[in-house]
């Protein structure tokens, strides 16, 4: 049996696209980002989703490290970050089509997820209106034992005309 080049590249492909078909049952949107000053890593905050389009209800939320200040990986949260800094708590709405999400670190406002025209969001409340989350901005004091945060900066925009919006939060 003769192999030619094009056979081992059509292999190739379907090797290639078969793990990614398996996992296109399950697949993730980018809802926010927590930035720190500490550093340039970033926790990112992502809305799974089912072959169906709605929220997995197994997993609807994950977040995770990119860890952009040393090789630009992706790196899980340890357990003591979701337990303390980088954690949430959620919950399902509107049958599996909304997700009620409170931060660990940021218990003051609930986001909610919802879909909107192009797909999931982080919905909370900046500068007193309606908005999509986009960014959360954390400055801290790294002098002393443990760290402590000076302020948190949201930045998205509003629901209503798109207009550009941050708040600062000074605990």
């Keep these: 049996m003769r192999v030619t080049r094009r056979a081992i590249l059509l292999g190739a ?14 697949r993730a949107q980018p809802l926010f980002v927590v930035a720190r000053s ?18 997995d209800p197994e997993e609807p939320l994950v977040a995770y490290w990119i860890m ?8 899980d949260l340890t357990w003591l970050e979701r337990r303390l800094a980088y954690g949430f708590e959620s919950s399902l709405e509107s049958g599996g089509e909304a997700l009620r999400v409170r931060l660990r670190a940021f ?17 909370v409340p900046i500068g007193e209106r309606p908005a999509v989350l986009e960014r959360i901005f954390v400055c801290t004091d790294e002098g002393g034992m443990t760290p402590s945060v000076r302020y948190l900066e949201l930045s998205g925009f509003a ?13």
């Design 159 to 171: 629901l209503r005309d798109g207009a550009r919006l941050h708040e600062r939060i000074v605990p």
């Design 107 to 123: 218990t003051r406002r609930v986001l909610h997820v919802r879909r909107g025209a192009s797909g999931y969001r982080a919905e």
């Design 68 to 75: 952009h200040a040393e090789n630009g990986r992706r790196e």
């Design 38 to 55: 500490k550093n340039a890593n970033v926790v990112h905050y992502e809305a799974r989703l089912c072959a169906s389009g709605r929220l």
């Design 13 to 26: 492909v379907g090797l290639a696209t078969e793990p990614a078909a398996r996992a296109g049952q399950a």
